[in-house]
């Protein structure tokens, strides 16, 4: 007998010993119908009666032993069948998707451990049940909407879905399916109880009229037809969660490459802008100071006919308002090189709606449908001493804070506010020992606000609201910390279902410009050396002749570095100091320094740049070069450098 099991060829030998035994039945009434007609038995008879039965006794032998064979047969066939059927069950279960088998008011008919697993439930659980029960809210009405047509014709396309798994988890999966027809479909629940499909009465669901009717009519033994629809369901969250973070590292590197883009920009803005700057200030420094030479023996308040003219007081008031916003104009253009390279590690003058504006541009792009931004800046807000890196952490953290929080009430009103504030009036809580103007950042949402409780405590390391395992509670810790060691102060206003608003407060930063208001004079450091000045700017090298020969000085001054050069050549020993530009078309400023060093090796060099990547500071001092200057340049800084690098 062969192991293979063949249900088709056992079932036709069975059919046959069925027939020969009914054969073998009949011939044994066939011998006692003719032995009951004879009264007496001839040798004869009894001769043939004997035979007979000797035949069918060794017929029935015969049947017995293959009947005993087929037994064995049907029992291997059996055992053969229930571990095919054990495979199956293993393999439908442990299969890297899940399936289910639904009716056509998507009632799951059947499902393997593997969609159980996925949404973290027993198998028992879900037997039986509408597969929209698993379905995220969300994704409820599109499934309704979609499932009658795709139940007819599935082959052709798939969906994406959300489930919702036992612990409120969203899954992310791919459906796809195939509509069969099946005669006497046998269902099996999960503890393995086997039955018909008989008598299954569903109430439809989603305005379907699918009701799954009995599968036997009355009087009907016969089979009939049930619709159902095979679905495998794939896990793609984390493809879903790969794709997000692709974008978001998409948007990263589109951020980066702007900021990089910004960078470069401001690079060749920074140098042309304080190349610009630097005789503005210059001239208006030496400007301010012979009209303030003409104020001191007020000869124009001698004179009765000029009356109708701008007096020498405020001519020097004009001139000062030129120098302080060329200042501020120097201080904008180191803060926006110093943001767009983000190179900001140490505590500077900063403007904080630089930054700001930054952040909010960056935040529009990834802003949420459902979040409303309402930005008021106010542009004019003085300086504040700080770390601009900390500072934008600051602002992220507030503003990252405030998303989330609206996030359970799908969404609301972002107001980012920035201007100058009096802390005592805004906060007369805190007390008197922090007074007067400040710069007021203010972060506020209409999210589900903080409880009374909480709200003495959300500065505290490690407190959260948030859920288990969302967040380490450092966020506002961490912001506390930045602010405070800034000398500012951080305040908020809450209330549950009222929304937050966080409002940092940071001292205003006098700049350099608000103290030349009333300048502390001092003698400025003066010369009698000669000075050779290269830079390829008529109006530069005017303003440097001007200022050096103030301050007694001798100067030659060069437009093409190259001449320069061959003039140190010629007369060596009568150039005292070399002041040369760095950003030059036909030489830059470091390669003349390294030239003018072979000619005259004790040579002090001072380089002046508006900008410049190629050289800084610590590179200039490696190379040999004595001083270092950024345009603009006052003109006490000037003098100082010269004769720092003249005395060294």
Same mark, same amino acid.
């Given at each position: ?10 079932? /036709? ?13 009949? @011939? ?45 047969? $049907? ?20 299969? !890297?998707?899940?399936? %289910? ?7 799951? &008919? ?25 379905? +995220? ?55 393995? #109880? ?7 009465? =569903?109430? !439809? ?20 037809? $049930? ?29 980066? @490459? ?22 503005? %200030?210059?001239?208006? #420094?030496?400007?301010? /100071? ?41 201080? %904008? ?24 504006? #930054? ?12 979040? =409303? ?9 003085? *300086? ?33 506010? $920035? ?5 005592? #009036?805004?906060? !007369? ?66 209330? !549950? ?34 000075? *050779? ?8 090298? @005017? ?20 001449? +320069? &050069? ?15 530009? *760095? ?55 000037? +003098? ?9």
């Amino acid at each position: 007998m062969s192991n293979t099991f063949d249900l088709k060829s056992i079932i /036709d030998i069975s059919n046959k010993k069925s027939l020969e035994w009914g054969m073998a039945q009949k @011939r044994i009434e066939d011998i006692l119908t003719k032995f009951s007609k004879h009264g007496e038995y001839s040798d004869t008879f009894r001769i043939e009666l004997e035979d007979e039965l000797r035949r069918m006794w060794s017929d029935l032998e015969t049947y017995k032993i293959e009947l005993e064979m087929q037994n064995d047969e $049907l029992l291997r066939a059996f055992r053969d069948a229930e571990d095919v059927r054990k495979d199956y069950v293993e393999l439908f279960n442990s299969s !890297p998707v899940g399936y %289910l088998i639904l009716n056509s008011s998507a009632i799951i &008919l059947n499902a393997n451990q593997r969609f159980a697993d996925m949404i973290k439930s027993e198998l028992a659980y879900i037997y039986q049940k509408p597969f929209q029960n698993f379905i +995220a809210t969300e994704d409820i009405s599109d499934f309704l909407s979609r499932f009658k047509s795709y139940f007819k014709n599935p082959s052709d396309k798939f969906f994406e879905l959300r489930l919702n798994d036992s612990r409120g988890n969203v899954i992310f999966v791919r459906l796809e399916g195939i509509r069969k027809s099946i005669s006497g479909f046998a269902k099996r629940s999960p503890a393995g #109880e086997r039955s018909r499909s008989d008598g299954y009465e =569903r109430e !439809p669901f989603g305005g379907y009229d699918a009701t799954v009717k009995s599968q036997h009519s009355e009087g009907e033994s016969g089979d009939s037809e $049930l619709e159902i629809l095979l679905i495998s369901l794939s896990d793609i969250t984390l493809l879903k969660e790969a794709e997000e973070e692709k974008e978001t590292l998409k948007n990263l590197l589109l951020h980066s @490459r702007k900021m990089e883009a910004i960078g470069t920009l401001a690079a060749g803005i920074a140098h042309d802008f304080n190349n610009i700057l630097f005789p503005i %200030l210059g001239f208006s #420094e030496m400007l301010k /100071d012979e009209l303030t030479q003409i104020q001191d023996i007020d000869i124009l308040g001698q004179k009765d006919n000029l009356d109708g003219l701008t007096k020498g007081e405020d001519m020097v008031e004009m001139v000062q308002s030129i120098i302080n916003n060329s200042l501020r104009a120097k201080d %904008l253009v180191k803060q926006i090189l110093a943001f767009s390279k983000n190179t900001s590690t140490a505590v500077s003058p900063i403007y904080l709606n630089i930054i700001l504006t #930054e952040v909010i541009i960056s935040l529009r792009q990834n802003l949420p449908s459902n979040i =409303r931004l309402v930005d008021i800046i106010d542009n004019t807000c003085s *300086m504040v001493m700080a770390d601009a890196e900390k500072m934008h952490q600051v602002i992220m953290n507030l503003i990252t804070n405030a998303l989330e929080a609206m996030e359970s009430k799908g969404g609301g009103t972002l107001t980012i506010m $920035l201007r100058e504030d009096d802390f005592k #009036e805004s906060c !007369p809580e805190i007390g008197s020992s922090v007074n007067g103007r400040y710069v007021c950042l203010s972060v506020k949402d209409t999210g589900d606000g903080i409880a009374p409780d909480n709200l003495s405590r959300i500065f505290d390391p490690y407190f959260s609201t948030r859920p288990k395992f969302k967040g380490a509670g450092l966020g506002l810790s961490l912001v506390h910390g930045i602010i405070g060691s800034h000398d500012g102060e951080i305040t908020v206003k809450s209330a !549950p279902d009222e929304g937050s608003e966080f409002k940092i407060f940071m001292p205003r930063h006098v700049p350099s410009d608000e103290k030349l208001l009333h300048p502390v004079k001092k003698r400025l450091p003066r010369g009698s050396e000669n000075i *050779m000045v290269v830079d390829d700017q008529t109006y530069i090298t @005017r303003l440097l002749i001007t200022m050096l020969k103030r301050l007694g000085y001798g100067v030659v001054a060069y437009n093409d570095p190259k001449a +320069a &050069l061959e003039s140190l050549k010629e007369r060596p020993d009568v150039i005292d100091l070399l002041l040369t530009d *760095m950003t030059m078309p036909e030489m830059s400023g470091d390669n003349v320094a390294k030239e003018a060093m072979q000619i005259k090796p004790d040579i002090p060099i001072i380089v002046l740049t508006g900008y410049s990547e190629k050289l800084s500071p610590q590179k200039a001092q490696e190379i040999g070069i004595k001083g270092y200057l950024m345009k603009p340049v006052s003109l006490a800084d000037l +003098a100082d450098a010269v004769r720092g690098a003249l005395d060294t």
